[in-house]
Antibody, heavy 121, light 107 residues
Framework: QVQLVQSGVEVQRPGASVKVSCKAS????????ITWVRQAPGQGPEWMGW????????DLAQNLQGRVTMTTDTSASTAYMELRSLRSDDTAVYYC??????????????WGQGTLVTVSS | DIQMTQSPLSLSASVEDRVTIACRAS??????LNWYQQKPGKAPELLIY???SLQSGVPSRFSGSGSGTYFTLTISSLQPEDFATYYC?????????FGGGTKVEIK
């Protein structure tokens, strides 16, 4: 069965960096884009961007460009999201999701369990 | 960016009620619209994709309709496990965007 398992809770100071991992199993990792979505407390989800594991191509949300890097290690079936220069408003649960691309549309059909990142001095 | 607006923000309903949630896009998105259910402390789960296609394993009481700028999610007979928050999401163009959510509560 398809599973995405994320790394654990993170507490970081403002200005620091965080790197969240997402290990996939149960499917061919290189065949599906991985999307990163975050959700601040009490808010709706926010798309951060996605990465194609087969070629490393990314499409990142403009408001995060320059602070976020998405990478994959296909040998380990793992995706990574690194966010730098953390601010208090980066406090959120961060999710990875498998993206099914089909006939020009996309959908997030499997999700990781989420990683809480708290930014606090 | 395409803005997604859901209504109502919340609703109270009873078991076996028929419930409809609306979602409007700020520009035409064809049928590039997905619906997710989220329960507290859990990741969202895909219910409907491409406006009206039921995701595998999702009960048939869930249905979606619409195209262009106006979409609806309908639960034909609300069950106790359906009390949750529902989000629409456009997949027409990046940045992909979500609605603000509709919380379905027990009356």
């Amino acid at each position: 069965q398809v599973q995405l398992v994320q790394s654990g809770v993170e507490v970081q100071r403002p200005g620091a960096s965080v790197k969240v991992s997402c290990k996939a199993s149960g499917y061919t990792f290189a065949s599906y884009t991985i999307t990163w979505v975050r959700q601040a407390p009490g808010q709706g989800p926010e798309w951060m961007g996605w990465i194609s594991p087969d070629n490393g191509n990314t499409d990142l949300a403009q408001n995060l460009q320059g602070r976020v890097t998405m990478t994959t290690d296909t040998s380990a079936s793992t995706a990574y999201m690194e966010l730098r220069s953390l601010r208090s408003d980066d406090t959120a649960v961060y999710y990875c999701a498998r993206s099914m691309l089909d006939g020009g549309t996309s959908r997030f059909d499997y999700w990781g369990q989420g990683t809480l990142v708290t930014v606090s001095s | 960016d395409i803005q997604m607006t859901q209504s109502p923000l919340s609703l109270s309903a009873s078991v076996e009620d028929r419930v409809t949630i609306a979602c409007r896009a700020s520009q035409s998105i064809g049928s590039y619209l997905n619906w997710y259910q989220q329960k507290p402390g859990k990741a969202p789960e895909l219910l409907i994709y491409a406006a009206s296609s039921l995701q595998s394993g999702v009960p048939s009481r869930f249905s979606g309709s619409g195209s262009g700028t106006y979409f609806t999610l309908t639960i034909s007979s609300l069950q106790p496990e359906d009390f949750a928050t529902y989000y629409c999401q456009q997949s027409y163009s990046t940045p992909l965007t979500f609605g603000g959510g509709t919380k379905v509560e027990i009356k």
